[in-house]
């Protein structure tokens, strides 16, 4: 079987204002000014802990105090703007009405990524989502994907990881997988490379045709 697996921050969703609003409240509790979200959006990609290690450098020994802050936060807030990006609901129909199996790869938190994508209405279309925790390592280790792949009963050599950031990027290209680049998110893939770049999702079902 054929399968696509997609990140979810900066691939299928715009989230960067509601990840920064739980990094600037959990700033102001520990007592420190706001960052820009455009900052922190530069400081998504490598899961949470990364994020609160980069976006909190003034105080680094009160990292699991922040983890505990930004959790609830975030858990309050993580659909205040937080949306689909244009044309994801339809290329998520069209793949699997050309016989994808879907899959979600994320760094996210289990605890905040089911809510996103059931608040969002896309939940159904993924046979296998897997999240920060529930592989033994993050992205860029090849391990999450190789996870969502055996759920799908999918052939890596026929899969796609689509994602923004180079930890999609090197781990798609660990797994096994052909890698598409999406140009709209807010990732960096720094070295890496890839098979197919998009500026828009709504591109992705005719471009994998033609692959």
């Known amino acids: 079987m054929r399968a696509v697996l997609f990140d979810l921050d900066g691939t299928l969703v715009d989230s960067r204002e ?25 400081y998504v990609g490598d899961g949470v802990r ?15 105090e922040a983890l505990a802050l930004n959790h609830g936060h975030y858990a309050a807030h993580l659909l205040d703007r937080t949306r689909l990006y244009p044309g994801a609901a339809e290329a998520l129909a069209a793949l699997e009405a050309a016989g994808f199996r879907l899959g979600v790869v994320t760094n996210k ?40 792949l055996a759920a799908l009963d ?17 781990a798609g290209r660990r797994a096994g997988l052909r890698r598409c680049l999406c140009r ?24 994998l045709s033609e692959a």
């Open 18 to 42: 509601d990840l920064a609003l739980g990094v600037n409240l959990t700033r102001r509790d520990l007592g420190l000014p706001p960052l820009d979200p455009a900052i922190v959006a530069g």
């Open 50 to 64: 990364a994020l609160l290690t980069r976006a909190l450098p003034e105080c680094p020994e009160r990292l699991e």
């Open 109 to 148: 938190p289990r605890a905040f990524t089911l809510p996103i994508l059931e608040g969002l209405g896309v939940a159904a279309r993924f046979g296998a989502v897997v999240a920060g925790g529930d592989a033994p390592a993050l992205k860029p280790d090849p391990r999450p994907l190789v996870q969502a």
């Open 154 to 170: 999918a052939d890596p050599a026929r899969s796609w990881m689509v994602g923004d950031h180079c930890t999609d990027l090197e």
């Open 184 to 207: 709209f998110g807010f990732g960096d893939p720094r070295a890496e490379a890839w098979d197919l770049a998009i500026e828009r999702l709504a591109e992705l079902p005719a471009r």
